[in-house]
């Protein structure tokens, strides 16, 4: 058997009959750039993730690089993130001329351990940037205690995690903005690129929706310098019927991610936990083993190819080689990246791959090879 990695073929197959009405109905209409289906999806995702106003913009690093322009992040601050996940975090503060500072994860969410970010705070720490990863809310109200602390904000990278929730309220309803991807890959992915910003501040989805389009609130008059980032109504909807699917999808992805633990709780390797309060969406389902190398071939090897994220923290990378981080000063990041193991996650997988998948695993020779 073969159980490909992901399988956005198998979803669009699935939705064919609801995609393609909609898309003819953009080509129809003539207004392909922030148009209705725009206006709509904001609406719809601000509903969903329990905020006032979702902003459309061209994708979830845009999201991001806009919220912290939004809240005037800028040369001289310091914003805190974690060096365990996708570079878009990282990147938007640096390209606000802010200095980056990475904190240490939890070892078994992955997600930012607060009382490292507590460690890190300084005079100049203006922002705290939590990424709700593989799915999971991170520890948000100790962010959040420590950003009313200091005065500082909280901005929440929800690029992986749409419809989780931590106590029953939806991730990106915590900080001052939330930061959606809708990369094809994502829970709730466009055929393209895409990405939302969500708030709850009036004040701050104007300056959003400015910044998005060259800073101009009236055609060719500029009030800010701004970006390019405006969603495309194609997009929008395609989105929108995606959207209404979203809960059961995440339902599977529940489902699936249960068969997982079932079937290797006693295998000698660490299942992924998820905490108190927290609804999962599982975006990604990982274990961790000392074997992962050898692991992930013996799996490629009988149909079962993966991808490793993370599989070098950011604060190692070339790129932040400037930062002067060193092998060893964020450890527990360093050797998540050294053990995690994704396994196949999206809707579309058969119970019978699921298991093939647990079946594959437990032949291997856990031990022997090291
Ligand atoms: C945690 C995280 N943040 C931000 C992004 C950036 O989103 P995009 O690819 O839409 O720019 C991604 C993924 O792509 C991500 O996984």
Request: glycine share 8%; aromatic share 8%.
């Amino acid at each position: 058997m073969n159980v490909p990695f992901l399988n956005l073929a198998a979803q669009y197959a699935s939705l064919k009959n609801e995609l393609l009405p909609a898309v003819e109905q953009v080509l129809a209409s003539g207004h392909y750039v922030l148009g209705p289906n725009v206006a709509a999806l904001e609406q719809e995702i601000a509903r969903f993730t329990g905020t006032r106003f979702g902003v459309g913009v061209n994708s979830g690093s845009d999201a991001l690089t806009l919220a912290l322009r939004a809240l005037d992040i800028g040369p001289g601050d310091e914003v805190i993130t974690t060096p365990f996940t996708y570079i878009a975090p990282a990147e938007s503060i640096h390209q606000m001329g802010a200095k980056i500072v990475f904190a240490d994860i939890h070892p078994r969410t992955f997600n930012l351990d607060p009382a490292d970010v507590a460690r890190k705070l300084s005079d100049r720490t203006r922002a705290i940037i939590p990424v709700h990863l593989f799915g999971q809310a991170a520890q948000i109200g100790d962010f959040l205690a420590l950003a009313a602390k200091r005065g500082i904000h909280v901005v929440e990278d929800c690029a992986q995690a749409i419809g989780a929730s931590h106590d029953g309220k939806p991730v990106g309803s915590f900080g001052r903005i939330g930061c959606f991807s809708f990369y094809p890959t994502k829970n709730l992915g466009a055929d393209g690129d895409g990405g939302m910003a969500v708030t709850n501040d009036e004040a701050l989805a104007k300056k959003l929706k400015m910044l998005r389009v060259h800073g101009i609130e009236r055609r060719y008059h500029h009030d800010l310098h701004g970006y390019n980032s405006r969603l495309d109504e194609m997009q929008a909807a395609i989105l929108r019927v995606k959207l209404r699917h979203l809960p059961r999808w995440n339902e599977r992805r529940n489902e699936i991610a249960a068969r997982y633990s079932a079937g290797l709780a006693d295998l000698p390797v660490d299942l992924p936990t998820v905490c108190a309060l927290n609804r999962h969406v599982w975006h990604v389902y990982a274990i961790l083993t000392d074997e992962r190398d050898a692991l992930a071939k013996f799996l490629a090897d009988r149909g079962v190819p993966g991808i490793i994220y993370y599989p070098l923290p950011l604060h190692l990378q070339k790129v932040y080689e400037h930062l002067g981080y060193r092998e060893g000063y964020l450890p527990v990041s360093e050797e998540i990246s050294r053990r995690i193991l994704p396994l196949p996650m999206y809707p579309e997988l058969t119970d019978e791959q699921v298991d093939y998948v647990i079946a594959t695993l437990r032949q291997f020779p856990f031990g022997e090879g090291e």
